[in-house]
Nanobody, 124 residues
């Protein structure tokens, strides 16, 4: 199994910054991509940012210019730096990771895992 644990959420004033982190552990053999999604109250989960390898990044238009995603391959971690926070950034942020894992038979299987989410609340 693969486990993801997010950290770094909290209550921040508008205009401030925060850094979310996610670490993948368990039977991970390799990781294709890591990313972040968010879900605001009453809305569907939406894509925020992703990274493949260490440099191939992609961002949602709504956060482009304010967000930076980075990956630390040796530690299987991915960070999301968000600057210029706005009240509309308030949401539960989820880490998403895809890759290969060692399965129960001793072979390898692809996986996609989600973290439990971390709450980010922006006060105006």
């Amino acid at each position: 199994q693969v486990h993801l644990v997010e950290s770094g959420g909290g209550l921040v004033q508008a205009g401030g910054s925060l850094r979310l982190s996610c670490v993948a552990s368990g039977s991970v053999i390799s990781i294709y991509a890591m990313g972040w999604y968010r879900q605001a109250p009453g809305k569907q989960r939406e894509f925020v940012a992703s990274i493949k390898g260490t440099r191939n990044t992609n961002y949602a238009e709504s956060v482009k210019g304010r967000v930076a995603i980075s990956r630390h391959s040796a530690e299987n971690t991915v960070d999301l730096q968000i600057n210029g926070l706005k009240p509309e950034d308030t949401a539960v942020y989820y880490c998403n990771v895809g890759g290969l894992m060692q399965d129960s038979s001793g072979g390898t299987s692809p996986f996609e895992a989600w973290g439990q989410g971390t709450q980010v609340t922006i006060s105006s």
